[in-house]
């Protein structure tokens, strides 16, 4: 294991999409993190930037693990370790493993690029460190559990630009949806009615009506798990947990766990299955 | 005698397709096993279930006496290097990177082997040039060079001489040879160029349509390859009823040419073909090859 752990890390190194990625993430970071000091005057937060790239996490781990994972089948190389006696299974985590790592790395990337810029013009946190080294675990099993999806895809189909293709619409999919789920459930329960203004535009009887769009009862409590479960849908809500005055979304700092375990458990689900599917599969 | 791979009862269905049916082979230790068939006839799929990228449907072999039903297979294989169909090899890396990769994959620390490993299949001068720019040939001999990291005991070669060049082939027979008889290496060749073949294999194995139709060391086959003369005259029809009347084995090889697997006594036959106004243009005494017994083995018109 070992042995295909090493010999897969060095292939990693050595691929330019991982670093044309690596580098396309740093430079997003820079990107945002000066886009709020130029909008600062002196002293700015840097919390409402930190997790911005965790939505783009899907399309990364889609584009760089079906072109890493894939060119073992259109190259064949595959081949080699099966016929010299590793087990599929070491040959699925070593992947798995090193794409994983690959996908924390990029991830940090960025974060390397909000610090850059951020000690350089004065930014600082104001969300407490504890809150936001929750949201960083959280964040790198969010690539974790995209890096584990799109290897069971890679690893499962053999055809390289097809999986190319699959990969990015599935991260594609997660995104769209998540969006909106992300967006039905920030829908208010109730809106205000305006009933009477005064003579300068000011209402002066106002009434509450509930809101349409407002999902309630079963509906909602499976979109919330929905939405908590994919890691398209915790990638949305850390996008959107800080603002320039800290965190605003109180669910993951009242129950991170609860992310957590959803994470570890896409990644074992996932990571199971596609195991299992390998184990059977036939290599020509 | 010792084997290092023995298949017995192998089966390998895809869908409603029997690629090979009750397959069953031996190879003995330190030999080189010519594995001849014709395109579809379950040679592929043979070496892909030895070498672990499928499962038989059902039957078992046993490799170094491992069974493949056992978890133990995995450290038998270890001694195992291969190549089969297309070289595996990563295109956007030079030789040596390569050469690299599976020295990691099998663990093996040291690279200091590695010019030593790439003079033998002749790469020795590629540099950093990468895979994807080799010709079919080079990455023939990449693939090669790949499949003996680690020096293993047994190699499984598909059609390792498609793709080289006249100068290259003898390069590859003579390096075949040479890891056969210098260090004892016992090679699984599937080959189409039965010429080639012949120069090489110490036992052959005859599979067609799934099943092994024989398996047979050099040296009977040499023993059992026929006499034969070839005699061409000017009415092959009437050749053929003389010799259906002597009761001579032969067989058409064109419309007045004819093989005979015989001793032929010429004053009889020309008298005989005196009757039919025929007349004898040529007779070549004649030793059946490898091709003519995989011929008469796996099929074609014969009168015997």
Same mark, same amino acid.
């Given at each position: 294991m070992n042995r295909l752990f090493a010999s897969t890390f060095f292939r990693m190194l050595k691929k330019i999409v991982f670093w044309i990625l690596l580098i396309c993430m740093f430079a997003y970071g820079v990107y945002s993190a000066s886009n709020v000091a130029s909008e600062a005057s002196a002293g700015f937060a840097i919390d409402g930037c930190v997790f911005e790239f965790a939505p783009f996490m899907g399309l990364v781990a889609a584009v760089f693990i079906s072109l890493f994972v894939g060119s073992e089948y259109s190259d064949g190389t595959i081949r080699n370790k099966l016929v010299v006696g590793h087990s599929r299974m070491q040959i699925y985590l070593a992947n798995l493993i090193v794409c994983s790592i690959a996908c924390v790395l990029i991830s940090l990337a960025y974060a390397a690029g909000i610090i850059m810029v951020g000690s350089s013009k004065g930014g600082e946190l104001l969300t407490e460190t504890s809150i936001v080294s929750m949201c960083l675990i959280c964040s790198v099993l969010v690539s974790i559990a995209f890096a584990s999806i799109m290897t069971m895809l890679a690893m499962l189909n053999t055809n390289k630009a097809g999986n190319v293709v699959v990969s990015m619409i599935l991260a594609l999919v997660l995104l769209v949806s998540s969006s909106y789920i992300y967006q039905r459930l920030g829908e208010p329960e109730m809106y205000d009615n305006y009933v009477s203004v005064n003579e300068v535009g000011v209402p002066t009887q106002v009434e509450q009506l509930p809101n349409p769009l407002y999902i309630d009862g079963t509906s909602r409590t499976v979109l919330e798990v929905v939405n908590d479960l994919f890691p398209s849908g915790q990638a949305m809500q850390l996008a959107d947990a800080f603002d320039s005055e800290g965190i605003t979304n109180k669910g993951i700092e009242n129950d991170p766990y609860q992310w957590i375990g959803y994470s570890l458990l896409v990644i074992l689900l996932t990571s199971?299955?596609?195991?299992?599917?390998?184990?059977?599969?036939e290599i020509r | 005698m010792d084997y290092v791979l023995k298949a017995e009862a192998l089966t390998k269905i895809y869908g409603h397709h029997k690629a090979l049916d009750n397959f069953s082979m031996h190879i003995p230790k330190g030999a080189i096993y010519g594995l001849v068939g014709k395109n579809g006839a379950g040679k592929t799929t043979l070496l892909r279930l030895i070498c672990g990228l499928q499962e038989a449907t059902s039957g078992d072999y046993t490799l170094y006496g491992v069974s493949s039903r056992?978890?133990?297979?995995?450290?038998? @294989?270890?001694?195992?290097?291969?190549?089969?169909? +297309?070289?595996?090899?990563? *295109?956007? =890396?030079?030789?040596? #990177? /390569?050469?690299?990769?599976?020295? @990691?994959?099998?663990?093996?620390?040291?690279?200091? +082997?590695?010019?030593?490993? *790439?003079? =033998?299949?002749?790469? #020795? /001068?590629?540099?950093?040039?990468?895979?994807?720019?080799?010709?079919?040939?080079?990455?023939?001999?990449?693939?090669?060079?790949?499949?003996?990291v680690g020096n293993p005991r047994f190699l499984v070669l598909d059609e390792p001489i498609n793709g080289l060049d006249p100068q290259g082939i003898i390069e590859m027979r003579q390096l075949l040879l040479n890891l056969n008889q210098q260090y004892g290496m016992t090679i699984l060749v599937s080959s189409h160029i039965l010429d080639e073949l012949s120069r090489l294999a110490t036992h052959y194995g005859f599979i067609d349509n799934g099943k092994m139709i024989k398996e047979i060391s050099a040296s009977d086959l040499e023993n059992s390859f026929r006499k034969s003369v070839r005699i061409e005259v000017t009415d092959g029809k009437a050749l053929a009823a003389v010799l259906e009347q002597t009761g001579q084995p032969y067989k058409i090889l064109a419309p007045n040419v004819i093989e005979v697997y015989n001793r032929v006594n010429i004053s009889h036959l020309t008298a005989d073909l005196e009757k039919y106004q025929c007349d004898v243009l040529s007779i070549q005494e004649r030793e059946e090859n490898l091709e003519n017994y995989y011929v008469n083995l796996i099929g074609g018109i014969s009168h015997e």
């Open positions: 199971g299955m596609g195991i299992a599917l390998f184990r059977k599969k | 056992k978890h133990e297979i995995l450290n038998a @294989r270890k001694e195992m290097g291969a190549v089969i169909e +297309t070289p595996a090899i990563y *295109l956007d =890396m030079s030789a040596t #990177g /390569n050469l690299k990769e599976q020295y @990691r994959i099998l663990g093996i620390r040291s690279f200091d +082997t590695i010019p030593e490993l *790439l003079k =033998m299949v002749g790469l #020795g /001068n590629t540099g950093r040039k990468k895979a994807k720019n080799f010709s079919l040939g080079m990455r023939q001999r990449l693939g090669i060079a790949i499949a003996l």
